[in-house]
Each structure stands twice: as C-alpha cells, then as structure tokens.
C-alpha cells in the first residue's frame, strides 16, 4: 500500500508526466507545424516556423523534433512543448531528413547531390555524395544504414551510417522514386510517376519485388501487420501485406495525401492530407478513421514525424 501511495505521488510530482505519443505535422502552406497528442488526437502546440517548413523527423528517444524550411534550408530543432530549442542554415536544397541514434540527424541536399551526417551539434559528421535529386532518406531499425532516394536517377543509395561509405545503388522498378522506410530488415521505395513501391533488399544491394500502388504513391508506414502508403492523386491509401507483398484494398482518407506515419502503439496510421487541411488517423485493423484534425494550410509532414517520448 505504502509504495502504491509513494507511486501515486512520484507521478504527481513536476517532470514526473507520463511519456505521450506526439505527432510533428508540418503546413508547408501555413508555414507551421502542429504538435499532435495522438492518443487525444489533440493538438498542443501551433509553432510559427518561416519559409514553407516540410520535411520532418521526430527522434522520440531525445524528445528532439527536427523541421527543414523547403524555402531556404534552415534547420530548426524543437522540444515537444514546441520550443525552439537550435537552428541552422543548411542552404536551400536541403530537404530529405531522418534520425538516427546518438542523435545522428542525416539531410539530403537537393541541388547539390549530397547526403549529410550531423551531430546533437549540427555541425557536419561526414557528407558523401549522391545520385540526382536526392529526396526520401531512411534510417534501419538498427540505424547502420542510411537509404537515399535519388529521384532523377530511378535509383536507391544505400550508405553505411558510421562512415558515410556508399554500399549500393539499386535501380527501382519504378520511376521518381521519392518515399524511402525500412520495415523488417526490407526496404521499400515509393516510386511516384510509376504507381508503384519497389521492394529492395539492403543487404545484398538488389530489387526483389514491386507492388502496385494508386495514383502518384509519396509516403509510406507500417502498422498492424499491414503497410500503408498515400496515393496523393488518388486521395487514397494503398494498404498491402508485407509478408505477401499483395495489395489488401484501397482506402480513402482526403485530398491529396502526403506524409504519413505509425501511431506509436501501432495500432494504426496518421495522414496529413496537403488540399484538405487536415491529417487523419487511420486504424490498421478496421481500416477505419478514428478522428480527423484540422490543420493550418498544406499539412505535408514529409518525414517519419511520429513516436513515444523517453519516460521520465
């Protein structure tokens, strides 16, 4: 009883708050990202952030968020609360992003055709070059290999995390490949003027299947056993089985569909929808949609923007 009531207090206490599954919705139009309770699917916080903010990566285990302007390049650093905690100048061109750990954040240059590591400090770790266009990156569950969609190229890079050092480049099934995930040591590409996801293997650096998608397929997520991926022509999201690589069906969620995510529990999916304003949370199971937000113009969230907060 004594420790139930010690408990009790302990989680009374300041900085005792539970862990919380947040969202980081980018509006590029709004030029705004929206801190998003996801079990609530409540937002907590609306940060004004200039110059067309777009790509966005969550690193759930510092509690750090990590937003590029697609105007300029400018790399902004947030707390959940939505603080402004650093920023950078990378130039504009700087676009793709994801995290990885010891708070290693990797950026894809645009213009110049060059993948960056960064350090907790922003500065430069190492940078390699890249195909054209470099767009999507993605980091495996490991966080030992780095992949690049290289768009212009209809290729895959692969890199080693540590080093930089470039392992493959694989030719995609599809053309423009822009989204890039790991799922289940497997990596999956979305090839946007295809209608298709290639399926690569990134150990042995090669193609080994593709999946039909809808029309224009851009981000890409797992959840409940399933994989899901925007079709922003469609409106919709394509939802496969990875084991058999097979298309399940096909589900609306609103008007041109971008970024999407895992809720952390995997229970299902979040989907910022850029025309209608809104992201929406899907079900994986039922497939249906549990609540819809409303967000400031051009909600993209182009990133993996989603995950648990470290526990106090």
Not at 98 to 103: E, H, L, S
Not at 194 to 210: K, T
Request: proline fraction near 7%; aromatic fraction near 8%.
């Amino acid at each position: 009883m004594r420790l139930t009531v010690l408990a009790l207090i302990a989680g009374l206490l300041p900085g005792a708050a539970p862990a919380r599954d947040l969202g980081f919705v980018t509006s590029q139009n709004g030029n705004a990202v929206s801190v998003i309770d996801l079990e609530t699917a409540g937002i907590m916080a609306t940060v004004p952030l200039p110059g067309a903010p777009a790509p966005v990566a969550y690193d759930a285990a510092a509690d750090r968020a990590y937003v590029i302007a697609a105007d300029t390049g400018r790399l902004w650093v947030l707390d959940s609360a939505g603080q402004i905690l650093k920023q950078r100048d990378l130039g504009q061109g700087a676009f793709g992003l994801a995290t990885g750990p010891q708070g290693a954040v990797y950026v894809a240059d645009w213009f110049r055709g060059r993948l960056s590591r960064l350090g907790p400090d922003l500065q430069p770790v190492w940078q390699s070059d890249t195909g054209a266009a470099p767009a999507g990156v993605a980091v495996d569950q490991a966080g030992d290999l780095i992949a690049v969609a290289e768009r212009d190229d209809n290729s895959i890079a692969i890199f080693r995390a540590v080093d930089g050092q470039l392992l493959h480049r694989v030719a995609t099934a599809g053309d423009h490949p822009f989204a890039v995930t790991f799922h289940a040591g497997v990596l999956y590409s979305a090839d946007v003027q295809s209608d298709l996801l290639s399926v690569i293997d990134p150990v042995a650096g090669r193609l080994i299947a593709q999946i039909a998608t809808g029309s224009h397929p851009y981000g890409i997520a797992f959840a409940g056993g399933r994989g899901f991926v925007t079709n922003q022509y469609a409106g919709s999201v394509t939802i496969f089985d990875p084991a058999t690589r097979t298309v399940l069906t096909e589900r609306p969620v609103g008007d041109y569909p971008e970024g999407i995510a895992p809720l952390p529990d995997g229970s299902g999916v979040i989907v910022a929808n850029w025309d209608s304003d809104t992201a929406v949370i899907l079900d994986a199971g039922s497939l249906s949609i549990r609540a819809q937000i409303d967000l400031p113009p051009g909600p993209r969230a182009f990133g993996m923007f989603t995950g648990r907060q470290a526990g106090p």
